[in-house]
T-cell receptor
Framework: TQLLEQSPQFLSIQEGENLTVYCNSSSVFSSLQWYRQEPGEGPVLLVT?????EVKKLKRLTFQFGDARKDSSLHITAAQPGDTGLYLCAGERGAGSYQLTFGKGTKLSVIP | SQTIHQWPATLVQPVGSPLSLECTVE??????LYWYRQAAGRGLQLLFYSVGIGQISSEVPQNLSASRPQDRQFILSSKKLLLSDSGFYLC????????????FGPGTRLTVL
Protein backbone atom coordinates (compact mmCIF):
# COMPACT_ATOMS: atom_id res chain seq x y z
CA THR A 1 0.00 0.00 0.00
CA GLN A 2 1.37 3.39 -0.97
CA LEU A 3 0.86 5.78 1.93
CA LEU A 4 1.40 9.51 2.08
CA GLU A 5 2.18 10.92 5.51
CA GLN A 6 1.57 14.62 6.01
CA SER A 7 3.05 16.69 8.80
CA PRO A 8 2.23 18.51 10.90
CA GLN A 9 -1.41 17.49 11.22
CA PHE A 10 -2.34 20.89 12.66
CA LEU A 11 -0.59 24.25 12.41
CA SER A 12 -1.66 27.57 13.88
CA ILE A 13 0.41 30.63 13.11
CA GLN A 14 0.20 34.40 13.15
CA GLU A 15 -0.36 36.40 10.00
CA GLY A 16 2.94 37.27 8.35
CA GLU A 17 4.84 34.18 9.52
CA ASN A 18 6.40 31.63 7.18
CA LEU A 19 5.62 27.92 7.31
CA THR A 20 6.45 24.62 5.67
CA VAL A 21 4.32 21.49 5.53
CA TYR A 22 5.53 18.10 4.43
CA CYS A 23 4.27 15.11 2.50
CA ASN A 24 6.36 11.93 2.77
CA SER A 25 6.19 8.39 1.47
CA SER A 26 8.37 5.32 1.16
CA SER A 27 6.99 4.84 -2.35
CA VAL A 28 7.80 6.58 -5.60
CA PHE A 29 5.05 8.54 -7.31
CA SER A 30 4.97 9.47 -10.97
CA SER A 31 3.48 12.85 -10.02
CA LEU A 32 2.25 14.60 -6.91
CA GLN A 33 -0.51 17.15 -6.47
CA TRP A 34 -1.36 19.65 -3.76
CA TYR A 35 -4.93 20.67 -3.00
CA ARG A 36 -6.46 23.19 -0.58
CA GLN A 37 -9.84 22.56 0.94
CA GLU A 38 -12.00 24.99 2.88
CA PRO A 39 -14.63 23.77 5.36
CA GLY A 40 -17.73 22.39 3.68
CA GLU A 41 -16.25 22.59 0.18
CA GLY A 42 -14.44 20.31 -2.21
CA PRO A 43 -10.63 20.38 -2.55
CA VAL A 44 -9.17 22.75 -5.14
CA LEU A 45 -6.07 21.79 -7.10
CA LEU A 46 -3.11 24.11 -6.46
CA VAL A 47 -0.24 22.50 -8.35
CA THR A 48 1.12 19.31 -9.88
CA UNK A 49 4.82 18.42 -9.68
CA UNK A 50 6.18 15.69 -11.89
CA UNK A 51 10.00 15.83 -12.03
CA UNK A 52 12.33 14.92 -9.17
CA UNK A 53 13.77 18.12 -7.66
CA GLU A 54 11.17 20.28 -9.36
CA VAL A 55 10.22 23.58 -7.71
CA LYS A 56 7.05 25.46 -8.60
CA LYS A 57 5.92 28.82 -7.28
CA LEU A 58 2.37 30.09 -7.02
CA LYS A 59 2.52 33.63 -5.63
CA ARG A 60 3.59 33.16 -1.97
CA LEU A 61 3.43 29.35 -2.18
CA THR A 62 6.49 27.30 -3.15
CA PHE A 63 6.14 23.59 -3.90
CA GLN A 64 9.04 21.18 -4.15
CA PHE A 65 9.14 17.56 -5.28
CA GLY A 66 11.90 15.45 -3.75
CA ASP A 67 14.74 14.21 -5.93
CA ALA A 68 13.60 10.62 -5.49
CA ARG A 69 9.92 11.55 -6.08
CA LYS A 70 8.93 10.14 -2.69
CA ASP A 71 8.27 13.38 -0.86
CA SER A 72 7.17 16.95 -1.31
CA SER A 73 6.96 20.17 0.64
CA LEU A 74 4.84 23.29 0.55
CA HIS A 75 6.31 26.55 1.86
CA ILE A 76 4.14 29.61 2.43
CA THR A 77 5.78 32.99 2.82
CA ALA A 78 4.09 35.73 4.86
CA ALA A 79 0.96 33.71 5.55
CA GLN A 80 -2.39 35.47 5.34
CA PRO A 81 -5.78 34.56 6.86
CA GLY A 82 -6.94 33.59 3.38
CA ASP A 83 -4.38 30.76 3.42
CA THR A 84 -6.38 29.03 6.15
CA GLY A 85 -7.59 25.59 5.13
CA LEU A 86 -6.78 21.90 4.84
CA TYR A 87 -3.80 21.20 2.61
CA LEU A 88 -3.84 17.77 0.99
CA CYS A 89 -1.15 16.09 -1.02
CA ALA A 90 -2.01 13.33 -3.46
CA GLY A 91 0.26 11.01 -5.38
CA GLU A 92 -0.43 9.43 -8.73
CA ARG A 93 0.11 5.72 -8.21
CA GLY A 94 1.62 5.13 -11.62
CA ALA A 95 1.81 6.89 -14.93
CA GLY A 96 -1.59 6.55 -16.54
CA SER A 97 -3.19 5.33 -13.31
CA TYR A 98 -6.76 6.43 -12.67
CA GLN A 99 -6.24 6.66 -8.95
CA LEU A 100 -4.66 9.08 -6.51
CA THR A 101 -3.41 8.30 -3.02
CA PHE A 102 -4.29 11.13 -0.64
CA GLY A 103 -2.57 12.09 2.58
CA LYS A 104 -4.69 12.99 5.61
CA GLY A 105 -3.83 16.64 5.29
CA THR A 106 -2.43 19.53 7.29
CA LYS A 107 -5.03 21.83 8.83
CA LEU A 108 -3.62 25.36 8.75
CA SER A 109 -5.04 28.29 10.70
CA VAL A 110 -3.61 31.75 10.11
CA ILE A 111 -4.58 34.13 12.88
CA PRO A 112 -4.96 37.82 11.96
CA SER B 1 -15.18 25.82 -18.94
CA GLN B 2 -15.91 22.69 -16.99
CA THR B 3 -18.19 22.58 -13.97
CA ILE B 4 -19.21 19.79 -11.66
CA HIS B 5 -22.45 19.64 -9.69
CA GLN B 6 -23.49 17.51 -6.75
CA TRP B 7 -26.81 17.24 -4.99
CA PRO B 8 -28.16 17.35 -2.50
CA ALA B 9 -25.77 19.54 -0.53
CA THR B 10 -26.89 18.09 2.80
CA LEU B 11 -28.91 15.02 3.69
CA VAL B 12 -30.14 13.51 6.95
CA GLN B 13 -31.37 9.95 6.64
CA PRO B 14 -32.45 7.25 9.11
CA VAL B 15 -30.55 3.99 9.41
CA GLY B 16 -31.85 1.43 6.94
CA SER B 17 -33.16 3.96 4.42
CA PRO B 18 -31.97 4.08 0.79
CA LEU B 19 -29.55 6.62 -0.63
CA SER B 20 -29.02 8.27 -3.99
CA LEU B 21 -26.43 10.99 -4.53
CA GLU B 22 -25.98 12.48 -7.97
CA CYS B 23 -23.05 14.09 -9.70
CA THR B 24 -22.97 15.68 -13.15
CA VAL B 25 -20.17 17.28 -15.11
CA GLU B 26 -20.51 19.94 -17.80
CA UNK B 27 -18.08 21.15 -20.41
CA UNK B 28 -16.10 17.98 -21.03
CA UNK B 29 -16.59 14.62 -22.69
CA UNK B 30 -15.76 11.12 -21.48
CA UNK B 31 -14.31 12.22 -18.14
CA UNK B 32 -13.00 9.84 -15.53
CA LEU B 33 -15.37 10.09 -12.56
CA TYR B 34 -14.75 9.40 -8.88
CA TRP B 35 -16.64 9.11 -5.60
CA TYR B 36 -14.74 9.79 -2.39
CA ARG B 37 -15.75 9.85 1.26
CA GLN B 38 -14.07 12.18 3.72
CA ALA B 39 -14.43 11.71 7.46
CA ALA B 40 -13.97 14.50 10.01
CA GLY B 41 -12.32 16.95 7.57
CA ARG B 42 -9.39 14.65 6.92
CA GLY B 43 -8.05 12.56 4.06
CA LEU B 44 -10.11 11.25 1.17
CA GLN B 45 -11.05 7.60 0.77
CA LEU B 46 -11.69 6.56 -2.82
CA LEU B 47 -14.92 4.56 -3.06
CA PHE B 48 -15.53 4.12 -6.80
CA TYR B 49 -14.17 5.31 -10.09
CA SER B 50 -15.38 5.06 -13.66
CA VAL B 51 -13.53 5.47 -16.94
CA GLY B 52 -16.61 5.19 -19.13
CA ILE B 53 -20.36 4.58 -19.27
CA GLY B 54 -21.29 1.44 -17.38
CA GLN B 55 -17.70 0.86 -16.21
CA ILE B 56 -17.37 0.97 -12.44
CA SER B 57 -14.40 -0.03 -10.28
CA SER B 58 -14.83 -0.41 -6.54
CA GLU B 59 -12.01 0.35 -4.17
CA VAL B 60 -13.58 -0.55 -0.84
CA PRO B 61 -16.13 -3.31 -0.15
CA GLN B 62 -19.18 -1.80 1.51
CA ASN B 63 -22.93 -1.45 1.24
CA LEU B 64 -22.60 1.33 -1.33
CA SER B 65 -22.77 1.02 -5.10
CA ALA B 66 -22.19 3.35 -8.01
CA SER B 67 -23.57 3.65 -11.50
CA ARG B 68 -22.80 5.72 -14.57
CA PRO B 69 -25.90 5.76 -16.74
CA GLN B 70 -24.68 8.62 -18.94
CA ASP B 71 -21.26 9.92 -19.96
CA ARG B 72 -21.26 12.81 -17.49
CA GLN B 73 -23.49 11.44 -14.75
CA PHE B 74 -22.30 9.45 -11.74
CA ILE B 75 -24.62 8.16 -9.03
CA LEU B 76 -23.80 6.79 -5.58
CA SER B 77 -26.45 4.56 -4.03
CA SER B 78 -27.24 2.39 -1.09
CA LYS B 79 -30.20 0.12 -0.40
CA LYS B 80 -29.87 0.38 3.39
CA LEU B 81 -27.77 3.03 5.10
CA LEU B 82 -25.62 2.30 8.13
CA LEU B 83 -24.54 4.74 10.83
CA SER B 84 -20.98 4.36 9.55
CA ASP B 85 -22.03 5.74 6.15
CA SER B 86 -22.17 9.26 7.60
CA GLY B 87 -19.58 11.58 6.11
CA PHE B 88 -18.77 14.11 3.44
CA TYR B 89 -19.12 12.65 -0.05
CA LEU B 90 -17.18 14.18 -2.87
CA CYS B 91 -17.47 13.60 -6.58
CA UNK B 92 -14.56 14.45 -8.85
CA UNK B 93 -13.65 14.27 -12.51
CA UNK B 94 -10.39 14.10 -14.40
CA UNK B 95 -9.43 14.24 -18.03
CA UNK B 96 -7.17 11.85 -19.84
CA UNK B 97 -3.88 13.67 -19.49
CA UNK B 98 -0.84 12.06 -17.90
CA UNK B 99 -1.22 13.35 -14.36
CA UNK B 100 -4.80 12.55 -13.37
CA UNK B 101 -5.45 16.03 -11.99
CA UNK B 102 -8.83 15.88 -10.34
CA UNK B 103 -11.51 18.54 -10.00
CA PHE B 104 -13.98 18.23 -7.18
CA GLY B 105 -17.61 19.07 -6.71
CA PRO B 106 -18.95 20.95 -3.68
CA GLY B 107 -19.75 17.76 -1.78
CA THR B 108 -22.74 16.26 0.04
CA ARG B 109 -22.83 16.14 3.83
CA LEU B 110 -24.65 12.91 4.80
CA THR B 111 -25.77 12.27 8.36
CA VAL B 112 -27.26 8.89 9.17
CA LEU B 113 -29.25 8.81 12.42
Amino acid sequence: TQLLEQSPQFLSIQEGENLTVYCNSSSVFSSLQWYRQEPGEGPVLLVTVVTGGEVKKLKRLTFQFGDARKDSSLHITAAQPGDTGLYLCAGERGAGSYQLTFGKGTKLSVIP
Amino acid sequence: SQTIHQWPATLVQPVGSPLSLECTVEGTSNPNLYWYRQAAGRGLQLLFYSVGIGQISSEVPQNLSASRPQDRQFILSSKKLLLSDSGFYLCAWSGHDRYNEQFFGPGTRLTVL
